[in-house]
């Protein structure tokens, strides 16, 4: 008989989609995970991630519940329970002993990103330590995306008003298996008589949805993108009144997709030029929305194409108004995660923070001025292994699993190996986690309390504590909190300036600041609502240079960067003609599957029973020239790559020829340790993280590398 059952609601944080959750309690244990259908921001979206990796998660047996100590040789696989006391104590300590003897720089951090309070309570651990130094995934992820909107000025993220949208326009993005909300979203509009305009290699459900599918080559969006905006320009089809009020730089743009006519742009992407130009009327005919994703992000191009998409944004008067792209709202008082680490109170002294991995070559990017303060991660790995611009000898991992989801997996491992003193928060043994020292066990989101700013409602919302922490779990606030404790109590008493909230209420009152909303307010519905204003640029403001859309981006130029969006060749087109031979197909990374997040839930039964290896899709005709059937396994390299990886293959016309499309983050948690199949299955471990890199981001390419397939009769070690 059950005693007590209860229903509360809360946010899902497995991905950055935020859908609004019900969360069934009996006894004291979740029993469910529903979508909540009021939730202002994914209006009853949900996904299969959330209502079995998360729960599965949390009770997952094999789940990290104490802290642990290693207790054989770094790998060996040999654990030690030990009490958190003696756990934070240890931790302390050693950071301290490196601090001691390489300087507070040789301490670094690793976490995904941002969005939530663990980013930001690692890089306030690392200054409390007086290091700048912690690393996110962002050059990999929506890095390129970040700086462009901020360098143009736009100040949008994504922010995509799709129901009030007239024609959606979606260039590298899979919302089918990416973002549940706004695919709903698109359908919706598509059934409302909007247009849909997918630009993709691959027929993506975007693409079978789509009034117009342009099938670039791979990389070359940048051109297409410039020659809408030439065409736009030509056939006067921008918003003369917004472009002339707000926008900096249009003679320069006009001039420079000048170079681009949609004849040069249809050579260039192998688009027809009739789709080209219609693309671009449909999308000047607005009110249209821009619906961007990963496949024009983390590539060595990133930043321009971005710019190149956001000027059309801009010239389009799409801005900011209904049906377009909203700028970030928030209630006046609320404090967003990364600002705090842009706050003159949390910062290090400017000659410590100068000091960041990567500032000096990436200043847009990493340290004081960068986009989020952090560091540039392959600069890291490379410090680790050679002691250059100085030694990084410690590092805290969490919530990142860099041995899989960083490019030139052996590399990652070696730099790890290397290091004095590791530690890893996780909730579940990975191939990062088995290189460390110690393993901390963290909280899953049905355990913890956080408070999030949603863009696309705007909304707030609030992720509940729906049960007690499993075992001895704790946040990675509360981690960080208990290290500056024993900071302080051995006499470093400044730290405590860098983290000066002691518990996560204490914190979540922070960002709500005096904004009118707390989190009581949200327990019941588990989100609010608040006013906000759309188009009001002479308020807002632009925070450029100029003060207005910079088009022309004045801090590009005083970077000695090209100040102007450009189409910039990468991948096979920077190849000699030898490596293009010897590597002739087009490998593009990272298609998500919706059974996934990146390498997590690979320790799930029932998401290995739907997708049990890492595929690789190949058309038809590329696959009859290999004679590769689908469920073939080949072994995939890169030029100039640091080894091979092993892929099943898929044959489908969803791709392209030479094109060869996987996804990412694989590894099998039942293969042997400590690598679990990282150097084996894992897309990185054939992928390179040296560059070339984008000028800006430093992002590395994710996609569009010269690679070559050879068929293995190896089966997977797993199996
Ligand atoms: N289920 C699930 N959902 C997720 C994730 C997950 O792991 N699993 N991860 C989340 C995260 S962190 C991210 S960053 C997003 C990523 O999700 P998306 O933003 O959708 O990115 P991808 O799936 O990498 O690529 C999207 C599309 O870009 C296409 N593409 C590849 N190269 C090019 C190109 O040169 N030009 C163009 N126009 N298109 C190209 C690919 O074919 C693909 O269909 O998903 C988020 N959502
Ligand atoms: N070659 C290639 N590499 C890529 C990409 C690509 O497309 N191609 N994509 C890049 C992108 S876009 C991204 S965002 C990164 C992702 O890289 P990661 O962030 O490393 O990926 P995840 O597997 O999502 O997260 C790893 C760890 O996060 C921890 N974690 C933290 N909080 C939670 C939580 O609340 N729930 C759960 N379940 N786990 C949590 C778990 O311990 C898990 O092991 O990879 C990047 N790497
Ligand atoms: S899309 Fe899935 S994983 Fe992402 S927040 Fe929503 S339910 Fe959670
Ligand atoms: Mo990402």
């Keep these: 008989m059950t005693k007590s059952k209860t ?26 995970v529903a979508p909540n259908p009021d939730h202002p921001a994914s209006l009853g979206a949900f996904c299969v991630k959330g209502i079995r990796g998360l729960p599965e998660l949390t009770y997952h047996p094999d789940r990290v519940l104490y802290p642990m100590k290693r207790a054989g040789a770094r790998g060996e696989g040999k654990w030690q329970r030990l009490s958190w006391d ?8 050693r950071l301290l002993k490196v601090r001691a003897e390489h300087g507070p720089h040789a301490l670094c951090g690793a976490v995904s990103n941002a969005h939530f309070s663990r980013g930001v309570s690692l890089a306030l651990l690392m200054r409390a330590f007086g290091s700048p130094n912690w690393m996110m995934n962002q050059d990999l992820c929506g890095g390129c995306r970040g700086v462009s909107d901020k360098l143009t000025g736009l100040a949008m993220g ?46 993506t459900p975007a693409a079978d949805i789509a009034d117009l599918w342009l099938q670039p080559t791979p990389g070359t969006d940048a051109a297409i993108a410039l020659a809408m905006i030439d065409h736009i320009i030509k056939n006067k089809l921008y918003d003369a009144d917004f472009v002339g009020k707000w926008c900096h730089g249009f003679d320069a743009l006009a001039e420079r997709a000048a170079q681009y006519p949609a004849s040069r742009a249809a050579d260039i992407s192998n688009v027809p030029q009739a789709h080209i130009e219609q693309a671009a009327e449909m999308y000047a005919d607005g009110p249209s929305c821009f619906v961007s994703g990963h496949g024009i992000d983390a590539f060595s191009a990133g930043v321009q194409t971005f710019r190149a998409y956001h000027a059309l944004v801009a010239i389009s008067g799409n801005l900011d108004r209904k049906g377009g792209n909203r700028r970030g709202k928030r209630p006046a008082g609320f404090t967003n995660y990364v600002e705090i680490l842009h706050k003159p109170e949390f910062r290090l002294p400017l000659e410590a923070a100068n000091q ?15 986009y989020q303060t952090s560091c540039h991660n392959p600069s890291v790995i490379e410090a680790v292994l050679t002691g250059k611009p100085y030694p990084v000898r410690a590092m805290y991992v969490t919530g990142v699993n860099i041995v899989v989801t960083y490019p030139d997996t052996r590399k990652t ?40 700013l949603e863009a696309n409602a705007p909304c707030l919302s609030l992720i509940q504590p729906a049960i007690e922490p499993q075992g ?14 024993r900071l302080e109590a051995r006499g470093i008493g400044e730290a405590r300036r860098f983290f000066p909230w002691r518990t996560k209420a204490e914190f979540n009152a922070y960002l709500l600041g005096d904004c009118g909303i707390t989190v009581d307010d949200m327990k019941e519905t588990g989100f609010a609502n608040f006013p906000y204003e759309l188009g009001n640029f002479e308020k807002a403001g632009f925070k450029t240079k100029t003060g207005k859309l910079e088009l022309y981006s004045e801090r590009l130029a005083e970077l000695g960067l090209d100040p102007l969006p450009a189409y910039v060749p990468t991948g096979p087109d920077r190849e000699d003609e ?20 990146h390498s997590r839930f690979r320790d799930q039964d029932w998401a290995r029973k739907v997708s049990p290896d890492p595929w690789l899709q190949l058309h038809p005709d590329t696959a009859d020239d290999y004679g590769l059937v689908t469920d073939d396994w ?11 990886c092993r892929l099943k293959v898929r044959v489908t016309d969803e791709t392209l020829p030479g094109v060869a499309r996987t996804g990412m983050g694989w590894w099998y948690p039942e293969a042997p340790g400590p690598e679990r199949g990282a150097l084996d299955v894992n897309i990185n471990a054939a992928m390179r993280y040296d560059g070339p890199w984008d000028p800006v981001t430093g992002s590395a390419d994710t996609r569009g590398l010269s690679c070559r397939i050879t068929k293995t009769n190896a089966v997977a070690a797993a199996q």
């Design 7 to 32: 229903i509360i609601p809360s946010t899902c944080w497995e991905c950055s989609t935020h859908c609004g959750s019900l969360v069934t309690v009996e006894d004291g244990r979740v029993t469910k």
């Design 86 to 93: 003696d756990a934070l104590d240890e931790m302390t300590d």
């Design 356 to 370: 960041t991995i990567g500032a000096d070559q990436f200043p847009v990017w990493s340290g004081p001025d960068g």
């Design 158 to 203: 994504s922010g995509e008003d799709i129901p009030n949208a007239s024609c959606a326009l979606i260039v590298g993005r899979n919302p089918y298996a990416a973002d549940p909300a706004q695919w709903q979203a698109l359908k919706r509009a598509k059934a409302g008589g909007a247009r849909i305009v997918t630009i993709d290699p691959a027929r």
């Design 472 to 485: 001895e779990a704790r946040s990675d606030f509360w981690i960080a909190n208990e290290i500056v404790e």
């Design 578 to 597: 030898a490596t293009r031979t010897a590597y002739p197909l087009m490998l593009l990374t990272g298609a998500r599957e919706r059974t996934y997040h």
């Design 634 to 644: 080949v072994s995939l390299e890169t030029a100039r790559g640091p080894g091979a």
């Design 413 to 452: 491992i070696a730099a790890l190996r290397s290091l004095d003193f590791f530690a890893v928060g996780t909730h579940m043994m990975n191939p990062t986690a088995e290189f460390a020292d110690l393993v901390l066990p963290k909280t899953t989101g049905l355990e913890d309390e956080e408070v999030s």
